[in-house]
């Protein structure tokens, strides 16, 4: 029922400038599920629902327990209410013995066939190398099979990959089933690159370069490197869309660039690709209080529901823009409804009311199988007098990425990043001589600023199940959460709080439930409490403007949600103010929104038989001679009946 089909630019530029002066819903956080028990540090989380079963749920993670860099898996057969965990076990690592493995992310298949690729590196033999393994999972995570490599050999002992990202063709298309892997290549000049496996990770093809290093006229023998965090989607036509974060240099003849997310696509199952696009301008590496590293990582999905969104394009990344704080992140997002061609406007999706003082950060979305968006994110809002601690925040898009709902917290308790920082003197320091020669980490670091760069969700229909880095424990352990897709408070959009208007506005709010059986309850009022006053309609909208005039003075407004089958309900949204200066219309002294008999019939009773006052005395002096008296009802007669002059109120 709900849909922006009223300017919608002019709407959604709206939602742009009032996004930060909404509020965070009242509803109480899902239970949380701790998922990791060891004293040493757990990140970088990925997870899926199984497709032919949801009360299967596979995650995994960056795993210290052994004191460097493994990958642990977390399984659940009751839909993420309990989880084991194990790791990959050494026999089945790329490198054996001494092996390092990082960077895990994970994707499933339409038959349930999950799909995890690690960043192997062998950080104290001989062979010092790396490599982008893969495992796969036929029986729902019960077993492994790998690892299988995304390289014949290893090229060179100097390259280093990095950050892979994976996803398989779910469309049913002519590439359904291709498995897909971005990722950066160092040293620098890096490179983004790509690998496809044809036959179900059997085995990969040779690699693709997507984002290759570049240079300009005016920077003359200096080349750029290409970018990190990249990211494929495959959209619901088949087509195959990398983005990442990178450089776009100037062509004149002055050597100057600007960050942006970058993007290319394929529309031949990843052999080849077309002309690279730089999407929008982003902040790029940043930092979040308490140490945190942030960085503008586009991170998205496409809608393969084949309903009314089919075929939109997504992408969420945190950022500092141009009209934000200088020191402070926000979580922005864009959509594409032309296959990545053209691009929406950015769209803030964090809300909370002092978003300008606080950071927002690392978000991660899916799309479910009726086209919702479900985005989760951490940010600081429940640490309102130091904005250092974090919590995991969820928000939702019912009308394909137009609009996103109030916020509400998913982690029960706020992590301390600045409370975490261990003795790490004694772990095992990987070095490698392909990335910035060898690491070190002072034994009094804070390990805040590695609380990683991702976490993950997963949905089936309206069950939603996140994993997120917490550090509740005093350490960093994997939790998690499952709840069913609620029906939250309405986000106020547009006008701002306390603007002005002569006649009545356009009151507009963010879709707040599912596409066609949403509904809403509009309430004004003088009265701040609604205790008196109050104008009441019911939208099948998600905008409104009342019908008639409204007095002059300050009136509030909040709006609630319906679902129409169940007649169930959110709460209120929270209340918005503006001022109405009831723009006079000439004649109407009855403040019925048109002059006629009525009017006169008005004047007369309140110059003759006292009845009330007109609305407005502006209105009601019609031959302009400063006072409404007996003169304005002739004027006024002669205007109406006797072909006299206009109706002149100055």
């Not at 997870?47 to 977390?74: E, H, K």
């Not at 925040?393 to 029960?412: L, M, P, Q, W």
Request: net charge negative; with cysteine.
């Amino acid at each position: 029922m709900s849909k922006v089909s009223i300017a919608s630019l002019v709407v959604l530029a709206c939602l742009l400038l009032a996004s930060s002066a909404a509020a965070t819903s009242s509803l109480p956080p899902p239970p949380n599920v701790r998922i990791t028990y060891y004293p040493e540090l757990n990140n970088e989380e990925q997870v899926f629902i199984c497709p032919g079963d949801s009360n299967i749920v596979i995650a995994n993670w960056r795993d210290f327990r052994l004191g460097y860099r493994q990958i642990g898996i977390g399984r659940s057969t009751d839909g993420g209410l309990t989880w084991v965990d194990s790791l990959i076990p050494v026999s089945m690592q790329y490198f054996g013995a001494d092996a390092r493995q990082s960077d895990p992310t994970m994707t499933v298949d339409g038959l349930g066939n999950y799909y995890m690729s690690v960043l192997d590196y062998d950080a104290v033999g001989e062979n010092d190398g790396s490599v982008i393994s893969f495992y796969k999972s036929v029986d729902k995570g019960v077993s492994w099979s790998g690892p299988v490599p995304n390289v014949s050999v290893i090229i060179d002992p100097e390259i280093f990959e990095d950050k892979q990202f994976i996803t398989v063709d779910r469309t049913g298309g002519l590439y359904d089933g291709n498995l897909y892997c971005s990722w950066t290549r160092f040293p620098n000049p890096d490179r983004i690159m790509l690998v496809r496996s044809i036959d179900g990770c059997e085995s990969f093809e040779d690699t693709v370069t997507v984002g290759p290093s570049q240079s300009s006229t005016g920077c003359g023998t200096t080349v750029f490197d290409a970018g990190q965090f990249s990211i494929p989607i495959v959209t619901s036509n088949g087509d195959l869309h990398v983005f990442w974060q990178g450089y776009s240099l100037d062509s004149g003849a002055e050597c100057s660039a600007t960050l942006c997310i970058k993007h290319r696509v394929s529309d031949d199952g990843g052999l080849s690709f077309g002309p690279e696009q730089a999407v929008l301008p982003v902040s790029g590496y940043t930092y979040a209080n308490g140490g945190i590293d942030t960085y503008s990582q586009p991170v998205g999905d496409a809608d393969l529901t084949g309903g009314p969104f089919d075929g939109n394009l997504y992408i969420a990344f945190t950022n500092r823009a141009a009209e934000d704080s200088i020191d402070h992140t926000d979580v922005d997002f864009i959509r594409s409804t032309d296959n990545g061609a053209t691009w929406s406007d950015r769209y803030q999706i964090n809300d909370a009311p002092d978003a300008d003082n606080m950071d927002a950060f690392h978000p991660w979305l899916i799309v479910n199988q009726e086209g919702i968006l479900a985005v989760i994110f951490y940010d600081q809002r429940y640490d309102p007098t130091k904005y250092s601690r974090f919590d995991c925040i969820a928000a939702y898009s019912f009308d394909g990425g137009e609009t996103f709902t109030t916020n509400h917290r998913v982690s029960s308790e706020s992590s301390r990043p600045q409370d975490l920082a261990l003795d790490i003197a004694s772990l095992p320091v990987p070095s490698f001589k392909g990335a910035s020669g060898a690491s070190t980490l002072s034994s009094s670091s804070s390990m805040a600023g590695l609380i990683a760069e991702y976490i993950g969700v997963t949905a089936f229909y309206d069950k939603i199940l996140a994993v997120w880095t917490d550090t509740r424990d005093d350490n960093q352990e994997v939790y998690s959460a499952t709840w069913d897709l609620p029906l939250l408070e309405p986000r106020l959009a547009y006008p701002e709080d306390l603007s002005s208007h002569e006649s009545p506005p356009l009151l507009g709010w963010s879709t707040s439930w599912k596409n066609n059986i949403d509904r809403y309850r509009v309430e004004l009022s003088e009265s701040g409490d609604f205790s008196s006053g109050v104008i009441s309609d019911v939208v099948d909208t998600n905008f409104y403007q009342p019908s008639s005039a409204l007095g002059t003075g300050t009136w509030y407004w909040r709006v609630k949600t319906f679902d129409v089958p169940t007649n169930d309900s959110s709460g209120y949204s929270n209340v918005r103010r503006f001022t109405s200066s009831s723009a006079v219309i000439c004649g109407d002294a009855d403040g019925n929104g048109q002059p006629d008999i009525l009017d006169v019939d008005y004047m007369i009773d309140w110059l003759y038989r006292g009845g009330p006052a007109p609305v407005s005395m502006e209105a009601a002096d019609v031959d302009n001679n400063d006072q409404v008296d007996i003169l304005d009802i002739d004027y006024f007669i002669d205007w109406l009946f006797r072909e006299g002059p206009d109706l002149n109120c100055g």
